[in-house]
């Protein structure tokens, strides 16, 4: 039972590049989320999928795109990376409703020069 | 949106003190309230949370109150020991799938 898994761990891109964060839960868990860390700034939400098929936008989508794939999976992608969105992105997936217990994957740290 | 504040944003405490981190939040809609400890270079886990139809709740050295009126809630730690040392955050949700999280505190443990 590997919980939350997240690829890559870590990523440089050039100014304008673009890529795909991948995660996947194997708790057959119905909501997942994104979520952006910075020094100082706490976790916030990128985006979430309160149920397989939806899709929502959470305190700071713009610059990204979602994707829930199936139950299992749900995608991040930035289509042409910027500096600021330099930070570590953890996944994280919860069995239901908003008051369940949020379980984070290992985080990817993107480095955007 | 929902405004989360977190004080302090470090504690450094003696090995077997208590330690409390406090949190102010602005939307009185609020009624989730989990806290999360992230060791360095980990990821965070949750320890403990509190519904608004509940003032308190313990769970062996960890306690958290909440007051509604106030809008603020708090995590009490007694008897810290080193592995007490991580970086904490409380956050806030009103169901609607988003949970907003406070700065977090760094807690460092001094043997």
């Known amino acids: 039972n590997a919980g939350v898994t997240q690829t890559p761990k870590f990523q440089v891109l050039k100014t304008g590049q673009s890529m795909t964060l991948q995660c996947a839960q194997d708790m057959n868990h119905n909501s997942m989320y994104w979520y952006r860390q910075d020094p100082g700034m706490g976790l916030r939400l990128i985006y979430y999928s309160a149920s397989e098929g939806t899709t929502d936008k959470g305190e700071v989508p713009n610059g990204y795109n979602v994707s829930r794939l199936n139950k299992r999976e749900f995608s991040l992608r930035l289509e042409s990376a910027a500096p600021s969105q330099t930070s570590v992105y953890f996944c994280a997936s919860s069995e239901g409703g908003p008051r369940e217990t949020q379980y984070f994957g290992p985080g990817t740290r993107l480095l955007v020069l | 949106g929902e405004n989360v504040e977190q004080h302090p944003s470090t504690l450094s405490v003696q090995e077997g003190d208590s330690a409390v981190i406090k949190c102010t939040y602005s939307d009185s809609a609020s009624n989730y309230f989990p806290w999360y400890k992230q060791e360095l270079g980990k990821r965070p886990q949750l320890i403990i949370d509190?519904?608004?139809?509940?003032g308190e709740k313990k769970d062996q050295r960890i306690a958290v109150t909440l007051n509604k009126t106030a809008k603020h809630f708090s995590l009490h730690i007694t008897e810290t020991q080193p592995e007490d040392s991580a970086v904490y955050f409380c956050?806030?949700?009103?169901?609607?799938?988003?949970?907003?999280f406070g700065a977090g505190t760094t807690v460092t443990v001094r043997a």
């Open positions: 956050a806030a949700s009103k169901g609607d799938y988003k949970l907003s």
């Open positions: 509190i519904r608004s139809n509940v």
